[in-house]
Structure formats: structure tokens, C-alpha cells
């Protein structure tokens, strides 16, 4: 066993790292789109247009009519680490916002062409930037990387186009354009669900239709009904459950630990069965997955549901910003949050009871 001599240690150059770190952040259409998503539910945006081109690799563009970029914000908006949202590291323990580390669009514009059309409120016309690798650039040779003035609506308008041009692996690693479409609107969805006061709209460019539409100012339920469908909104039920042990005495010890909390879910009866599962997670409002979870509350069906069928679960669960941590994962997918097993146990529990007690009135309706 012959050592070989240690190779030298050296820098990476600035570009790969950049890249590098935007491969972790942004792995697909879909996770791009996600990032922008919440940006505009960040801004206030009551409206959400998405375009597509070639599943989002070609082409990713999506509308808002959200508070709008400031011009003078505008040279260091895809820079790393510029946010609006966190200023001191105890504001990381009380986030209510989507976005907190400024990474989004700086991972983009290392990973594709990025440009931004925005206007605010109290500004007269709306200005247009272009980005690469963090920074303002032409969008011609010999034209200035100056915010130009243009024409636009009070909102932004978001454009990514040749995601991966510089990274032809992750590039080839995607599948075909009409499964990364499927991916986008699968997340516009969810989102459109959680978010039933938004009007949300997807399309793909030159189609005459959007594929995904839905109202402004909607209700959860007719989200469902819309985006899922009838088969699965008529056998709808809707729980609003709460932490057990909330109002408990506690001692001090405990106090420090367990955090009140609150989920609502809307969750398919005994009537509906699925081949496969569908589940929407909202922690504090983040789409989230977490497997955990998910085999948990299918199991709450075991009971009621025959072997191989399964549910439609949408659950939003609100915990104290404090008692999570969103920041375990570069894509924010995966959190961490106190007491996981146990708020995990009292929903499973609850949706339990609920499915039995409705399947039993059901045995005595069938019985008179
Ligand atoms: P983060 O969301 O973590 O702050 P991003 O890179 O996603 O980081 O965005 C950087 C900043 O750009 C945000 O903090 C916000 O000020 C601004 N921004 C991005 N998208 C929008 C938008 N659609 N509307 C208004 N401001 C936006
Ligand atoms: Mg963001």
C-alpha cells in the first residue's frame, strides 16, 4: 500500500464556486420557478403570470403585480447575500417571509440570463436590467448595463432564459421539456392551493390557453376543486386542529420547549381512493416535503381506506417561526421544526378519528 504525495491545495476560481453553489440552490426549472414564486407572494403580489418555454429551460418568465424593485436597488439585486428581508441574525428566528438569504436570483444569473422588468408604486416608468454571474451587464455589446427606462405595470416581470447554458451535466441530467412543464405546474398548484387570494395563470409561449388558471380572492376549497378536481372535492372533509397540550399547565423547564401550534387540513374521505398519494405540505406557509409525515398520515387510513388505495392530504402547519429551522436545506425544502414526532402523532390521531367516526355514520345511514 504505496502513499502517493499529497496533490497541492488550491483556490477554486471565483466563477466555479458561484456555480457550484447555484447547482445546490437551483436544480431544475422547477425549483427556479419556485424561488420566484415566493419572491412575488413575498412582494404582495395578488396576481402571478407564468410563461414557458421548452419545459422552462428555454425560456422562464412570471409576471406580478407585487411592490415592485426600487431603481436604486436594482445594480445589486442578483448579487449574493442582498435581501430585503434579514438584517441581523435574530431576525433569522422570526422569518415570515419566503426569502431571507438573497440567494435566489444571485444563483440564477450564474446558471442562466436573467432580467428583471420592475416598477414601484411612486416611480413614473418601469425599469429593465439584464444579469450574468451577479452582476448588471448589456444586453448588446456596445449598449450600457444602465437600468434602462421602459413601459410596464406597477409590479415585476421576471425572464430566465438558457438555464444551464454553462452547466451542460445538470443540463442533460433534466428530462424531457414536457416533464419539466408537468414540474412547474405542479408547484404552481400547490402554491395556488395555499394561496386561494392569488390569481394564479400558467402558460406555455405561443399557446392561446393557459394551461393553470385561478381566480383572485377564492377559498381553499374551490382551489381544490379547480386545480384537483370534482372527484376529489366532493369527498372533501376540513379539520382545524390544535396542540393538545396547548393550554396545559407547564413547567418552566417545559415552557421553553413546547410551542403551541396549529395545522388545517382538508383531506379526502373513505369514499375517494388513489393509486398514489396526494400530499401538500405547508410549514409556516413553505412548501415543504417530508416523508415522515406523509407515511404517518397515510396510515391514519389504513383503517378505512383498502390496501393500495390512497388520499388527498392538503395540511398547513403553523409553528412558532422560532421552533423551526428553515435554514437546514439549500433549496429550503426540508425543515426541521421542535417536537416533529409528536405534533406528526396528534394530526395523524385527529385524522384518524375523523375518518372513523364518518365511516361509521355512514354504516348506520346505510342500516335505516
Ligand atoms: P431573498 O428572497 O432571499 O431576499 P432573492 O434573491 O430571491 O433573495 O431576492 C433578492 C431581493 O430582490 C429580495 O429581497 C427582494 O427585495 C427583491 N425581489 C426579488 N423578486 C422580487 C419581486 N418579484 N418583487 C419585488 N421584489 C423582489
Ligand atoms: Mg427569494
Not at 384537483?228 to 397540550?245: F, M, P, Q, V, W
Request: charge should be positive; proline fraction near 5%; charged fraction near 25%.
Amino acid at each position: 500500500d504505496v502513499k502517493h504525495e499529497p496533490l497541492p491545495i488550491r483556490r477554486l476560481q471565483e466563477s466555479l464556486i458561484n456555480r457550484i453553489a447555484a447547482g445546490e440552490i437551483i436544480h431544475r426549472p422547477a425549483s427556479a420557478l419556485k424561488e420566484l414564486l415566493e419572491n412575488c407572494l413575498d412582494a404582495g403580489a395578488t396576481s402571478i403570470r407564468v410563461t414557458v418555454k421548452d419545459g422552462g429551460m428555454k425560456l422562464l418568465q412570471i409576471q406580478d403585480n407585487g411592490c415592485g424593485i426600487r431603481k436604486a436597488d436594482l445594480p445589486i439585486l442578483a448579487e449574493r447575500f442582498t435581501t430585503s428581508k434579514l438584517s441581523t441574525f435574530s431576525d433569522l428566528s422570526r422569518i415570515r417571509t419566503y426569502g431571507f438569504r438573497g440567494e435566489a436570483l444571485a444563483s440564477i444569473s450564474h446558471v442562466a440570463r436573467l432580467s428583471v422588468v420592475t416598477k414601484t408604486k411612486t416611480e413614473t416608468c418601469a425599469w429593465r436590467a439584464h444579469y450574468l454571474d451577479g452582476a448588471l451587464v448589456e444586453p448588446k455589446p456596445g449598449q450600457t448595463a444602465e437600468p434602462k427606462p421602459c413601459a410596464g405595470n406597477d409590479g415585476t416581470t421576471i425572464v430566465i432564459e438558457d438555464l444551464f447554458y454553462n452547466t451542460p451535466t445538470r443540463l442533460s441530467a433534466l428530462r424531457s421539456a414536457s416533464d419539466e412543464y408537468s414540474r412547474i405546474l405542479d408547484v404552481i398548484t400547490k402554491y395556488a392551493v395555499h394561496n386561494p387570494k392569488v390569481a394564479f395563470s400558467c402558460k406555455k409561449v405561443g399557446s392561446p390557453s393557459p394551461d393553470l388558471t385561478t381566480p383572485s380572492s377564492s377559498e381553499v376549497k374551490q382551489a381544490i376543486r379547480l386545480l384537483y378536481g370534482h372527484s376529489i372535492a366532493k369527498d372533501l372533509l376540513h379539520a382545524t386542529i390544535e396542540d393538545k397540550n396547548k393550554n396545559k399547565s407547564r413547567d418552566e423547564d417545559d415552557a421553553e420547549t413546547r410551542e403551541s401550534w396549529t395545522a388545517e387540513a382538508h383531506y379526502t374521505n373513505a369514499n375517494y381512493q388513489s393509486k398514489k398519494m396526494v400530499f401538500l405540505l405547508f410549514i409556516n406557509h413553505r412548501l415543504v416535503e417530508s416523508s415522515r409525515m406523509k407515511r404517518a398520515l397515510e396510515a391514519a387510513y389504513s383503517g378505512v381506506l383498502p390496501k393500495g388505495a390512497s388520499p388527498f392530504i392538503y395540511l398547513s402547519l403553523q409553528i412558532n417561526p422560532r421552533d423551526v429551522d428553515v435554514n437546514v436545506h439549500p433549496t429550503k425544502k426540508e425543515v426541521h421544526f421542535l417536537n416533529e414526532d409528536e405534533i406528526t402523532n396528534q394530526i395523524s390521531d385527529s385524522l384518524q378519528k375523523s375518518l372513523a367516526s364518518q365511516s361509521q355514520s355512514r354504516v348506520f345511514e346505510y342500516q335505516t
